[in-house]
């Protein structure tokens, strides 16, 4: 069986960074970490080759810019003779939170330029793998936005989230989508330790007998009355 996955994003160093190429970073990370093949140009993009078990998966950054993202993804879906139900597609999503993650299975293009593009070239028909970056708050804010690099203090969070996108790789390529969910939950929201329990409290000391009385009946009395 053969799959493409595609990650959106812009090509060169000038976007490498940006909220809009999390696409690009998740299949970067996937390639490196499951020994992939090398990078090479292809399908007006670059593509890396590897296996899951017996899934033949078939990476691709398209080249085209994102708003040209379907001519790449078309392309390489007719070389390869498949349906777009084979395909893939790792995207930033403004409407998760920073480090969430959600499987769709087609549905519209909620005005993302890379997969409007790719409705164009193929069909709605294929799954996604939305990456929240979250929302900057306006609509007029979202372009700069998107097109600025992760802050310094989502570095952690983004690696962290990077990890677990490669962690679920083989689930995902199974057609796993909630063991591919939980390994990137484990990543994101590490499992903790239960808290250790206190120590019982040792039981109160027994209190101390009182000493004998060893007065005479005459001394208790007197000893009233003083």
Request: aromatic residues 6%; charged residues 25%.
């Amino acid at each position: 069986m053969v799959q493409i996955w595609a990650g959106l994003g812009n090509p060169g160093v000038k976007y490498a960074g940006n909220r809009h190429n999390v696409g690009f970073m998740a299949l970067d990370r996937i390639a490196s970490d499951h020994g992939f093949g090398p990078w090479r140009a292809k399908f007006q993009g670059e593509i890396s080759e590897g296996r899951f078990g017996s899934d033949r998966v078939i990476l691709l950054k398209p080249a085209t810019y994102m708003n040209e993202s379907g001519r790449a993804v078309g392309e390489a879906l007719r070389f390869h003779k498949l349906d777009p139900t084979d395909l893939t597609v790792f995207h930033d999503e403004l409407d998760l939170a920073p480090g969430k993650v959600r499987l769709k299975a087609g549905g519209g293009h909620a005005g993302h330029n890379g997969l409007r593009s790719i409705h164009q070239h193929c069909s709605p028909h294929y799954d996604r793998v939305r990456i929240g970056i979250g929302h900057p708050g306006h609509k007029d804010r979202v372009s700069g936005y998107v097109l600025s690099d992760f802050a310094k203090a989502e570095q952690g969070m983004l690696d962290d989230l990077l990890r677990g996108l490669s962690d679920g790789a083989p689930k995902l390529a199974a057609g796993d989508g909630p063991g591919f969910l939980n390994a990137v939950a484990l990543r994101v929201v590490p499992q903790r330790d239960p808290a250790p329990k206190p120590p019982k409290a040792a039981p109160p000391a027994p209190a101390p007998e009182p000493e004998p009385d060893t007065r005479n009946p005459l001394q208790r009395l007197a000893d009233r009355f003083r």
